[in-house]
């Protein structure tokens, strides 16, 4: 052992300084490259971004300089009434997917906690409408939720009569969060599973020792061993919810009229259809910041619940 | 302890992450394959063409590379939907292509007001043939081309002949009015559906709607009055009627085309592209210029594809060159109508045999006489979806035609202003 090493390890001073040994002690070198990569592809990024929110950025000068305005565009993003709209229409879908995600999502992973071949082939097939493209998957709900697509002739075979999923004002929204919920669905199966895997058998092996029922079980002991599994799923879902954006785009492009338009939606028309790109990026920074107010009460939440 | 908290940071980190994915691409930049540098006789093209267009333009470039030993262009496949952003990223990045397609539509003013298009004033005013073009052919700003259209694309009526026989029409309508007259007809029959057509709140709807007001001389600049509200008490009269399914209000042209190739619908409107799908049809059809609004004309706004020539481009000459002998002249024109059904601009193409005597092409023909001028305003792409919004709000329900109509005189006003006020 060489007497450097005694010194240390003696907690003696041995001339190093307190950055050199802590660089000595743990491998943060090996962060660099993570550093380095969130800088360049998120944080520059988002400078600017909050940037871009603080000028007057057009086609005509996205190239060259920006001019500062200040606050301008958050007023007047924020003084028309079609921003909250969408975010009226982006919380309820968010609400829908929470929902379907927890009550189907449990139910489902329930069903497939039992293994065997059956379960082991469910959970292929939900693994492969997971990785679907939204715009494969979406063009095939344009087509069966048309007027006279499938699901319209099933409907009036049995004596019902047509739908208009897509392009009535009161429904096209809650069609394309139904679409949405499908292909979120087996993410929050998959995910709920693995928490039910784990909730040690003889706790629910207690409760039945204890006369304990079946829903019982779930309620009083499997559902609050899954609480902090939730919480982060909760996250999740609101930002898919505020990122949802390809299956709208696919099947009703914000219409009919507006009645689709939820914040991603509203930002890509506005930057890359109207290209007013400050207005665009002051709608993405608004949404930010609703998601923000969303997720930070929740893992706060999750954080005490966790602590002694 | 450590845990709970690297979990919250991670998920801080996703929030701001996914969240700011909304809206990163706005500053990504353009794919690989500009034309700034490398191979001196290597020109990059960048297309959206997609079916029959791109197999014309791939025969054209393969037969200039043919005449031009040495000389290769590279064709980039493009989004059709992305290609302004992505010309426009191409500025920044350096990597502007030396030629690419855009769409006249809603690309034009923003392209300029870019920097993505070079200005092609001497070589146009050198071009020998430029007799034979109309002045639609150039797109100018302060009296500088930057921009040609030698092919256009418009809409007209199609119509379905075996259900106009059936339920008693003798001919074809040529005005609204007669339009509205033979869709209560087809309805009160009841057997086949009334009009097949894009509703959708996009340029799409838009471009379909503007027809009912530009033969009255009523544009994007002037877009105001009595004969506003009546055009769009129409849609809401088609809409509460029938003759324009709820549908419609999310069909783009090629969902509405589907629609009337089922062979369900008396009526379609839909452009020129069509023609070739058309002939596979399995029933009689025809077609006639979009109808005129009573006391008015037919005019559409004229579409397609410019050719530019990239403001970045050093090659510049070849890329004109390209354009010379591949795009512009006679034989071009000629085969993109017989490939793909566009309409060429060029007075001695339009009088070839193959196009003046068939006369499901004509109207199209017509049409590109007389048709509308687009704002020069940099907002055209805004003042077209503020007006695709209200005839999709009409068409769907969630609006009346008055609250439309009066949403679409505001916000078409506003997007005017907000483009820099600039119109015809």
Known sequence: MSSLVTETDAGRPTGRSALSRLLGRTPIWFLVPAIGLLAGFAVYPLIVLVRMSLSDVGPSNIVGEWSFIGLQNFVEVLSDDEIWLALARTIGVALVLLASNFVFGFVGASILSVGGRVTETVLAVMVFVWALPPIVSGSAFKFLLDDSGPINSALDAVGIAPVSWLSSPDLALWSVTGIIAWAALPFSVLVIRGALMAVPVDLVEAAALDGAGYWRTQFRIVLPQLRPTLGILAILTVLYAFKSFDFFYVTTKGGPGTTTNTLPVLAYNTAFSGFEMSTGATIALVSMLAVAIFAVPYIRAVRREEQP | MHSTRARRGGALLLTAGLAFGLSACAISDGTSGGGGGGDDKTLTFWSYYQGTQADWLAAQAEEF??????????????????????????????????????????????LVAGGVTADLSEYWDDFADKDQFSESA???????????????????????QDILSE????SPPTTLDELQADLEIVKAHGQYEGIALSGAPTVEGAWLFAPQLLGQGIDYCSFEGPEVDAAFDRVETWAKAGYTPQATATWDQNDSWQQFATGEYAFGINGNWQLGNAAEAEFEWGTTQYPAPEGGTSVVYPGGEGFGIGANSDKKDLAWKFLEEAVLTPEAGESIFTIAGSIPVRADVAELPAIKDNAQVQPFVAAAQTSGSWPKNENTANIQKALGEAVSSVISGQTSAADASAAAIADIKAAIEDGGGGCS
């Open chain 2, 167 to 170: 339920v008693g029409i003798d």
């Open chain 2, 65 to 110: 590379e043919k005449n031009n030993p040495g000389v290769k262009i590279d064709i980039v496949k493009t989004v059709g939907d992305q290609q302004d952003q992505k010309l426009l990223a191409s500025v920044a990045t350096g990597d502007t292509p030396d030629l690419f397609i855009n769409n006249i539509v809603v690309d034009y003013p923003t």
């Open chain 2, 138 to 160: 150039t797109w100018t700003t302060d009296d500088k081309v930057y921009n040609l259209l030698p092919f256009t694309n418009l809409i007209g009526l199609y119509y379905n």
